[in-house]
């Protein structure tokens, strides 16, 4: 869990974006190259390597999204090696139905309608992910099958945006 | 938790400059215990004009002397070279139209796509005439503080690539100085303007220069400058105006005078800086004229704001995209900005303003003067680094997506744009045929998804690989930007856990054995150069001193000297005049004490005659 010790807190979900942005803020005050433009070149190179794995751990650890997959990653569990192109069986008909309309390549209400459908959705899960944090340890199968979820219906809202700025 | 012991040895503390190396002008400031200032120039002047001149022997004038130059010697003198900074043939053969400069007949090397511009005698690359400038910010330096000056911090547009930054810091190795630290000038202007200001807040920083465009959008709170993101035009600024005004000069007059100047590269000059004068006018006056007179033929053309703006709309139009992109990436709303900050001197022009307004519904800051912010801010984050500004750090992003070419032509991208830098990625590298001993990775800068759309940046060779079956070599390529934005690899064999050894061919740039070999011809040339520049300075100097006795001549102070002191005066005169036109600059003051020597009666006179007026004035 490199990111979570460049920050210096305990590996956790649970995460305030305000308080971690304090703690990013801090921790760059310690380790940015510009504190080191005088001391000696091993150090300078000390500090580039931890302030680079600082920002990296910033950019991660401030999108949940971003952070649970990481959280996973680090407990062994991969979820970019699970399929993604699988359709979760609950959404089985209306992917289908917006297949279809984003075939006939038109807008229309029926296409805004599926669009204001799965933002609800994206946004559900989204809420639905963090209510898992406070017991992320008990809860990884459950945060896998969730992400997977998450991802594909982001992928469909990413389609449909698509289609709409063309 | 990773902390360090800071150990600062017991080298003594070095005086850290900043300079904003600008497209049009450039200048240097220091951090002073009250905070930045621009250092003075030789004349006393605070701008060096971004100008080098070359003389018929090689020897090389930068600044306000070369500027000079321009209308006499236009094939001899060059601006803008900022815009070819890390520029190969193919980028700038559409920019070299406009401009009266053309390219030496041999390029440097055909391998690294250098150019050189050919600046009369001399054949230049973009940064060695970049490093004239700088060489001259660096004088005025040691002038002023009476010592030598080796370190700076170099402020760059944001939205300069890997190349362009590796070419400014190549062109402050070839000056003599290290460059500590390079700046984005927008995030340096938000430092100039943020010390004193408001401790929290997000602004945004509009920069329209003479060539380059930046917006940046920051987060300021307790010291911490957080860029959340960057967007910009490196062509695009006051010179694309200039262009503007100054073709439909030459068309009025092709009609008037009744043949075309465009081939007489004086006339353009002289032209351009006519435009130039009535572009600058208009941000005071509403209406003004183009006021053109060479050799005796002239052209008068009325203008106002009105019309300049319809012409300007559609350069201005374009900076509104990369605001909205910008906007867009920080994830802010408009109204979301809590103030905008005005960068660059095309920035004074009411349009622009008018326009920025619009944008970000706030009225912009305008309080420090647009053409020296960039330099203040450079001379803080000197301070930073010195250790003498201590609760301020600068956060700064990097502007492009990096990548590495994959299969069939895609990009992969490894750093996305606006990442804050220091920023790496790692990726594991393998051998597809058996018995391979090198790896090439294409690395490129740039959003779009193919690799003939984005910027190449270099190809690194890993070289050395020991044969063996195809896919079980593993090399782990670390891509690091650091905090100057500017590209670091390394490669790691994890079977045996060494480092790996590189190979860098950047695309567009210098090798490392060319800076060098730069490095040593300035050295060699810079006595040449500083003897040219010192036989500048006495002729100036002469100039004033002529001045003033052929004024002195026509007063009545001349009349009340004897014959004999009256051509004494003369003879000295005749004599510095020919010591003014010889090359050395020790003859030139030796006549210009003479002169003063025979003066020393007049001007007692003229000091009496004052007296005298000044008492019959005065009543006791």
Same mark, same amino acid.
């Given at each position: 869990m490199e990111y979570f010790r460049v920050m210096g807190i305990e590996p956790?979900?649970?995460?305030?974006p305000l308080e971690l942005q304090q703690t990013f803020y801090r921790r760059s005050r310690e380790l940015h190259p510009d504190r080191f433009a005088r001391a000696a070149k091993t150090q300078q190179d000390a500090a580039l390597a931890e302030s680079s794995l600082l920002n990296d751990a910033y950019r991660t650890l401030k999108d949940p999204v971003a952070r649970t997959e990481y959280f996973l990653k680090e407990k062994g569990?991969?979820?970019? =090696?699970?399929? =993604?192109?699988?359709?979760?069986p609950e959404l089985l008909e209306e992917v289908f139905e917006l297949n279809l309309l984003l075939e006939e390549a038109q807008g229309g209400p029926e296409l805004e309608a599926a669009k204001e459908r799965f933002e609800t959705l994206l946004r559900e899960a989204d809420r639905e992910l963090e209510s898992l944090f406070p017991d992320a340890e008990n809860q990884l199968p459950a945060l896998r099958q969730l992400l997977n979820r998450r991802r594909y219906i982001a992928n469909l809202v990413r389609d449909i945006h698509g289609h709409f700025s063309n | 938790m990773g902390t360090f012991q800071i150990d600062f040895g017991d080298s003594p503390k070095e005086r850290i400059i900043g300079i904003d190396?600008?497209?049009?002008n450039s200048l240097a400031a220091f951090q002073d215990l009250t905070g930045p200032e621009i250092i003075p120039t030789?004349?006393?002047?605070?701008i060096v004009p971004s100008v080098v001149s070359v003389g018929e022997d090689g020897a090389v004038l930068a600044g306000q002397a070369a500027k000079d130059q321009l209308k006499q010697r236009p094939r001899e003198t060059v601006y803008s070279a900022k815009r070819f900074m890390g520029k190969g043939p193919d980028d700038i053969r559409e920019e070299l139209a406009f401009l009266p400069f053309s390219l030496a007949s041999?390029?440097?090397s055909a391998e690294n796509n250098i150019i050189r511009l050919q600046v009369g005698p001399l054949a230049m690359t973009a940064p060695e005439i970049s490093a004239h400038i700088l060489a001259e910010l660096k004088r005025n330096a040691e002038a002023y503080f009476g010592e030598p000056v080796t370190k700076a911090v170099v402020t760059v547009p944001a939205y300069f690539n890997d190349a362009q930054r590796q070419a400014t810091k190549d062109a402050g190795r070839i000056a003599g100085?290290?460059?500590?630290r390079l700046v984005n000038e927008p995030t340096a202007a938000a430092l100039a303007y943020g010390l004193d200001k408001r401790n929290q807040g997000v602004i945004a920083v509009y920069d329209l220069g003479g060539g380059t465009f930046d917006i940046s959008i920051l987060r300021i709170q307790d010291g911490i400058f957080e860029v959340l993101a960057t967007n910009g035009d490196?062509?695009?600024?006051?010179d694309d105006i200039d262009k503007l005004l100054l073709e439909i000069a030459l068309e009025d007059i092709a009609s008037e005078w009744g043949?075309?100047?465009?081939?007489d590269a004086s006339a353009v000059e002289t032209i351009r800086q006519a435009v130039i004068a009535a572009k600058e006018q208009l941000s005071f006056v509403p209406e003004t004229q183009i006021d053109v007179d060479y050799q005796g033929r002239k052209y008068q053309r009325h203008l106002d704001r009105g019309l300049f703006d319809k012409l300007i709309a559609p350069v201005i139009e374009r900076t509104v995209a990369p605001c909205r992109q910008c906007l867009k990436d920080a994830g802010l709303?408009?109204?979301?900005?809590d103030e905008v900050v005005l960068v660059g001197g095309?920035?004074?022009?009411p349009y622009v303003r008018k326009v920025v307004q619009q944008l970000f519904q706030a009225i912009p800051?305008?309080?420090?003067?647009p053409d020296e912010v960039v330099a203040l801010g450079a001379a803080v984050q000197a301070g930073i680094l010195a250790g003498d500004v201590a609760d301020t750090l600068l956060l700064d992003v990097t502007p492009l997506s990096l990548g590495i070419e994959t299969m069939g032509g895609v990009v992969s991208k490894l750093i996305h744009r606006?990442?804050?830098?220091p920023a790496s990625a790692t990726e594991q590298f393998t051998t597809?045929?058996?018995?391979?001993?090198n790896v090439l990775i294409h690395v490129l800068q740039g959003e779009r998804e193919l690799v003939k759309d984005c910027r190449s940046l270099a190809r690194f060779d890993l070289k050395g690989?020991?044969?063996?079956?195809?896919?079980?070599a593993r090399i782990e390529v670390k891509f690091l930007i650091d905090a100057n934005g500017i590209l670091n690899v390394s490669a790691k064999?994890?079977?045996?856990?060494l480092e790996h050894s590189v190979e860098v061919k950047p695309s567009y740039g210098l090798t490392d054995e060319q800076v060098e070999a730069m490095i040593l011809a300035s050295i060699e040339n810079a006595e040449r150069d500083v003897r040219e520049r010192q036989v500048r300075e006495a002729r100036v100097e002469a100039d004033r001193i002529l001045a003033a006795v052929e004024k002195a001549r026509n007063s009545d102070a001349w009349l009340a000297l004897d014959e004999a002191q009256q051509s004494a005066v003369q003879q000295a005169i005749n004599e510095l005049l020919l010591a003014y036109h010889g090359e050395d600059h020790l003859v030139i003051h030796a006549h210009m004490e003479k002169l003063d020597e025979a003066t020393r009666s007049l001007a007692e006179s003229m000091m009496n005659t004052a007296v005298a007026s000044a008492l019959k004035g005065t009543k006791i």
């Open positions: 956790r979900l649970q995460l305030d569990l991969d979820i970019a =090696t699970q399929g =993604t192109k699988q359709v979760p | 190396l600008g497209t049009t030789a004349e006393g002047g605070r041999t390029p440097a100085l290290e460059v500590l490196t062509h695009l600024g006051g043949f075309s100047v465009r081939e709303a408009p109204e979301q900005i095309s920035t004074r022009i800051h305008t309080e420090l003067n606006n990442s804050t830098i597809a045929v058996d018995g391979q001993t690989i020991p044969p063996m079956q195809a896919g079980l064999d994890l079977r045996s856990g």
